[in-house]
């Protein structure tokens, strides 16, 4: 079955760490997301990629960096210098120029 | 910037009610429109997309407009089930924004069997 999985589904940070967050697709989509959910709002964008290799900064890109090594995966680093990384990760994929947009069952992020 | 008004925010009501819900822009622009549904601690499910060319869809008991010169959409629920209790988010993507696409805050359902 095509779809998107990402791991783990929940991760703790320790104060000071590095985490990295999963998302992989197999549905031959070319364009890739990360999104941020938080209690009672609506998704921000964090970072997207169209192609390998390259990839813009969203909404709220500050504190996290992203690779796109491959077609069929997105990683995304949510790193020490995030203030505030507690929430609700979800990831997303559409085809290039494609409308409609698939979506991973999510990571849940708490900051100890 | 695109602003995503999602009303009621929460609603709950018996089964077996009609449901109207709102999503509305504050750009007008948009090139088309997808509504959500969240269920606590999941992913986002795709109920029902609305393309550039299209006013409405429907699947089963939901029907979707969008009336792009108002930059407004309803999401109509008929004869609700207590299966239907979940979040139920809209995100349209803009005109001429590569793939970008702006997200209600949603909204909160609870049918009472």
């Known amino acids: 079955d095509g779809g998107i999985t990402q791991s783990p589904k929940y991760l703790f940070r320790k104060e000071g760490q590095n985490v990295t967050l999963s998302c992989e697709q197999n549905?031959?989509?070319?364009?890739m997301y990360w999104y941020r959910q938080d209690p009672g709002q609506g998704l921000r964008l964090i970072y997207y990629?169209?192609?390998?290799?390259?990839?813009q900064k969203g909404d709220i890109a500050e504190g996290y960096s992203v690779s796109r090594e491959k077609k069929e995966s997105f990683p995304l680093t949510v790193t020490s210098a995030q203030k505030n990384p507690t929430a609700f990760y979800l990831c997303?994929?559409?085809?290039?120029?494609?409308?409609?947009?698939?979506f991973g069952p999510g990571t849940r992020l708490t900051v100890l | 910037k695109q602003e995503v008004t999602q009303i009621p925010a929460a609603l709950s009501v018996p089964e077996g009610e009609n449901l109207v819900l709102n999503c509305s822009f504050t750009?007008?622009?948009?090139?088309?429109l997808q509504w959500f549904r969240q269920d606590p601690g999941k992913g986002l499910t795709s109920l029902l997309l609305?393309?550039?060319?299209?006013r409405e869809q429907t699947s089963g008991r939901l029907n979707a407009s969008l009336d792009k010169s108002s930059g407004r959409s309803t999401l109509y629920i008929a004869a609700s089930q207590p299966g239907d209790s979940a979040t139920y988010l809209c995100?349209?993507?803009?005109?001429?924004?590569?793939?970008?696409?702006?997200f209600g805050s949603g909204t909160k359902l609870n049918v009472k069997p």
């Open positions: 990629s169209q192609i390998v290799n390259d990839f």
């Open positions: 549905l031959n989509h070319d364009a």
């Open positions: 750009d007008s622009a948009i090139y088309n």
């Open positions: 997303a994929s559409t085809v290039t120029g494609g409308v409609e947009q698939f």
């Open positions: 995100a349209g993507r803009g005109v001429g924004a590569f793939n970008k696409f702006y």
């Open positions: 609305i393309q550039s060319s299209q």
